[in-house]
């Protein structure tokens, strides 16, 4: 008999910690020291204390045990992050059209290589899954084949992906050029060939209204209203260059997000990444449309683009996803991503704690992408994907975690100095799927 015969379920026993929404939509942190959490075919099927469920522990489970200082939390979800960009991380010096002229358009043309493709769609899963992150909505290029590859490394995980190949017919090298009906050619046939198949989702990706002609944002409004269970992801005034960049290419609409909004592309399941430097119509489309915002500090302070004002996003009642948009932003650590969140919004007077933090990177997360039904908590009938703490995996760490009064205090601290190094285990839809060691040999993509 082989261990796979012998158990059916999973039993995870430890320090269980979630955030759920509280009075006023606050987030408040909820905390099960000695928890039990029991998983079948990769979904929660009993939370709650270990005294009441242990009788559910029989021969048929494997009982995994981790320690009081071992936090157990949701997996981490990121809202916008470019694939194709890793190579690119941390490169100085330029603000967001130069750097898309000087080494995100260089980077993404490589992408033709279907091979190149799947080294780093591997890669880029191995990466994810080192940080902790069990679900990312993610770009990939103009090439059919980076998506595809992408697809292939989450399906190999059993990964929750949204991804999306990018639109973009104009302003830009030949390269990475489209043509409207290409464009709406391999769009559809990777909506039919990968949306809904296991946890692969399909998100219609315009590039940014700049790079998409007329033509091409009809053909991504008419994908959506074809599909209407897709997502739609692009960017939104991220810098004043940009807008006025925008303005210059479509005098007839009323602002940037008026472009997208014409075309059909607002609503539900609509991401805008940075939208720094919206007007007051804007702000109240967004929240019209039910249209969602993903906040990427790391990125817009590398790039120098702006602050984004999470306290205004509330005000106007429109959903907010924390991204780590590498590879302007400069780690896949959504921590690291949580970390500058806390300085943007105390830079700019707003509270950000503990409890907002951690629920910015679960749960929240899952509510701006609509996934909130099947990620980001302990509940049962969700996906088990899931993420162990180690307060201890630094020597500071350590330090500081053991003089904290209390576990927000732990929490604040590990979001202010935690990396891959506090990922002890990574597991997605109930299988252990990276396991920090001590040492780990670097490998190459």
Same mark, same amino acid.
Not at 81 to 91: D, F, K, N, T, W
Not at 128 to 143: E, I, Q, R, S, W
Not at 167 to 172: F, I, T, Y
């Given at each position: 008999?082989?261990?796979?015969?012998?158990?059916?379920?999973?039993?995870?026993?430890?320090?269980?910690?979630?955030?759920?929404?509280?009075?006023?939509?606050?987030?408040?942190?909820?905390?099960?020291?000695?928890?039990?959490?029991?998983?079948?075919?990769?979904?929660?099927?009993?939370?709650?204390?270990?005294?009441? !469920?242990?009788?559910?522990?029989?021969?048929?489970?494997?009982?995994?045990?981790?320690?009081?200082?071992?936090?157990?939390?949701?997996?981490?979800?990121?809202?916008?992050?470019?694939?194709?960009?890793?190579?690119?991380?941390?490169?100085?010096? $330029?603000?967001?059209?130069?750097?898309?002229?000087?080494?995100?358009?260089?980077?993404?043309?490589?992408?033709?290589?279907?091979?190149?493709?799947?080294?780093?769609?591997?890669?880029?899963?191995?990466?994810?899954?080192?940080?902790?992150?069990?679900?990312?909505?993610?770009?990939?290029?103009?090439?059919?084949?980076?998506?595809?590859?992408?697809?292939?490394?989450?399906?190999?995980?059993?990964?929750?992906?949204?991804?999306?190949?990018?639109?973009?017919?104009?302003?830009?090298?030949?390269?990475?050029?489209?043509?409207?009906?290409?464009?709406? $050619?391999?769009?559809?046939?990777?909506?039919?060939?990968?949306?809904?198949?296991?946890?692969?989702?399909?998100?219609?990706?315009?590039?940014?209204?700049?790079?998409?002609?007329?033509?091409?944002?009809?053909?991504?409004?008419?994908?959506?209203?074809?599909?209407?269970?897709?997502?739609?992801?692009?960017?939104?005034?991220?810098?004043?260059?940009?807008?006025?960049?925008?303005?210059?290419?479509?005098?007839?609409?009323?602002?940037?997000?008026?472009?997208?909004?014409?075309?059909?592309?607002?609503?539900?399941?609509?991401?805008?990444?940075?939208?720094?430097?919206?007007?007051?119509?804007?702000?109240?489309?967004?929240?019209?449309?039910?249209?969602?915002?993903?906040?990427?500090?790391?990125?817009?302070?590398?790039?120098?683009?702006?602050?984004?004002?999470?306290?205004?996003?509330?005000?106007?009642?429109?959903?907010?996803?924390? $991204?780590?948009?590498?590879?302007?932003?400069?780690?896949?650590?959504?921590?690291?991503?949580?970390?500058?969140?806390?300085?943007?919004?105390?830079?700019?007077?707003?509270?950000?704690?503990?409890?907002?933090?951690?629920?910015?990177?679960?749960?929240?997360?899952?509510?701006?992408?609509?996934?909130?039904?099947?990620?980001?908590?302990?509940?049962?009938?969700?996906?088990?994907?899931?993420?162990?703490?180690?307060?201890?995996?630094?020597?500071?760490?350590?330090?500081?975690?053991?003089?904290?009064?209390?576990?927000?205090?732990?929490?604040?601290?590990?979001?202010?100095?935690?990396?891959?190094?506090?990922?002890?285990?990574?597991?997605?839809? !109930?299988?252990?799927?990276?396991?920090?060691?001590?040492?780990?040999?670097?490998?190459?993509?």
């Amino acid at each position: 008999m082989t261990m796979a015969d012998r158990y059916t379920r999973l039993a995870v026993r430890g320090h269980f910690v979630q955030t759920r929404a509280g009075q006023g939509d606050s987030p408040v942190i909820l905390a099960e020291e000695d928890g039990l959490m029991l998983v079948e075919s990769g979904r929660i099927t009993w939370f709650g204390p270990w005294q009441e !469920g242990r009788t559910q522990v029989d021969e048929h489970c494997e009982l995994i045990c981790y320690e009081r200082e071992q936090l157990i939390v949701p997996g981490f979800i990121d809202t916008h992050v470019h694939y194709p960009q890793l190579e690119i991380i941390a490169s100085h010096g $330029a603000r967001l059209l130069e750097w898309l002229q000087r080494y995100t358009f260089p980077a993404e043309m490589r992408y033709k290589d279907r091979d190149h493709a799947r080294r780093m769609a591997r890669f880029f899963i191995r990466e994810l899954l080192k940080n902790g992150t069990t679900t990312a909505m993610v770009f990939c290029t103009v090439h059919p084949g980076s998506v595809e590859a992408l697809f292939a490394a989450a399906g190999d995980a059993a990964m929750r992906i949204i991804a999306g190949k990018v639109l973009m017919d104009r302003h830009g090298p030949p390269e990475l050029l489209d043509t409207p009906e290409t464009g709406y $050619a391999q769009s559809r046939e990777l909506i039919e060939t990968y949306h809904g198949r296991g946890r692969l989702l399909y998100a219609v990706t315009p590039r940014f209204a700049p790079t998409s002609s007329p033509e091409e944002l009809e053909i991504a409004g008419r994908l959506r209203a074809e599909f209407p269970q897709t997502w739609l992801q692009t960017h939104l005034a991220e810098t004043p260059e940009e807008v006025a960049w925008v303005r210059e290419l479509f005098p007839e609409r009323a602002g940037y997000l008026d472009v997208y909004h014409h075309h059909g592309l607002t609503g539900e399941r609509c991401v805008f990444a940075h939208c720094l430097y919206l007007e007051d119509a804007e702000w109240r489309l967004l929240h019209a449309t039910g249209s969602t915002i993903a906040w990427c500090p790391t990125s817009n302070c590398f790039l120098g683009s702006g602050l984004f004002d999470p306290g205004r996003a509330g005000d106007e009642g429109i959903g907010l996803g924390l $991204a780590s948009d590498v590879g302007g932003g400069t780690s896949l650590s959504m921590l690291r991503t949580a970390a500058e969140a806390y300085q943007v919004a105390h830079l700019q007077n707003q509270p950000f704690d503990a409890a907002e933090g951690l629920f910015r990177l679960t749960l929240g997360n899952a509510r701006a992408l609509g996934l909130d039904h099947l990620l980001g908590s302990f509940e049962a009938g969700k996906e088990a994907d899931f993420v162990v703490l180690d307060t201890r995996a630094t020597e500071l760490m350590a330090m500081r975690c053991s003089v904290a009064d209390s576990l927000e205090e732990q929490l604040f601290a590990l979001l202010l100095l935690g990396d891959d190094r506090v990922i002890r285990h990574t597991w997605v839809n !109930g299988s252990l799927v990276h396991e920090r060691t001590e040492a780990p040999c670097p490998r190459r993509p």
